[in-house]
């Protein structure tokens, strides 16, 4: 059964390049309701865990390093058919084949530095959720 709610994280480097304003903006401006976010920094530990499933795939290291490289903004949005309608709003992975309007084309830099991560089921939208917020962190 479909949800309305996705898991979103504005990752390092849409932090450290100061996109954060802009691409919330964009989430709100979509019609996303924000009901959980925080400023938060995910360690090495905490970065192996989440992106456990590529663990056998070749990125693996380098995307576990990049994700703890620094702070990183994780929100849980609502919306009717959040999970689809977001995967649109943020766009392809390489921001070079991302539709314009969307936050990659406007905000990512290169398929590892894309600036945001959206999650790509209900499934996994609620362990990804939970992973970052308790259920009182959740409105």
């Known amino acids: 059964m479909a949800t309305n709610r996705t898991f979103t994280m504005i990752k390092p480097d849409g932090v450290e390049n100061g996109h954060i304003g802009g ?19 995910l360690t090495v530990a905490d970065a192996q865990k989440f992106y456990e499933v590529h663990a056998a795939r070749p990125f693996y290291g380098e ?6 490289r ?7 949005l609502e919306k009717e058919n959040a999970i689809e309608d977001f995967r649109t709003l943020i766009g392809a992975t390489n ?15 290169s398929i590892g530095e894309n600036a945001v991560h959206g999650s790509d089921s209900d499934e996994n939208a609620a362990i990804e959720g939970a992973f970052h917020f308790a259920g009182r962190e959740q409105f």
Request: zero cysteines; glycine letters at 6%; hydrophobic letters at 50%.
């Open 63 to 68: 995307l576990v390093e990049f994700m703890s």
């Open 95 to 109: 921001p070079a084949e991302a539709a314009e309007g969307t936050i990659r084309k406007k905000y990512a830099k």
């Open 23 to 41: 691409i919330l903006n964009m989430i709100t401006e979509a019609g996303f309701r924000i009901v959980s976010m925080k400023l938060t920094q």
């Open 70 to 76: 620094g702070p990183i903004v994780a929100a849980i």
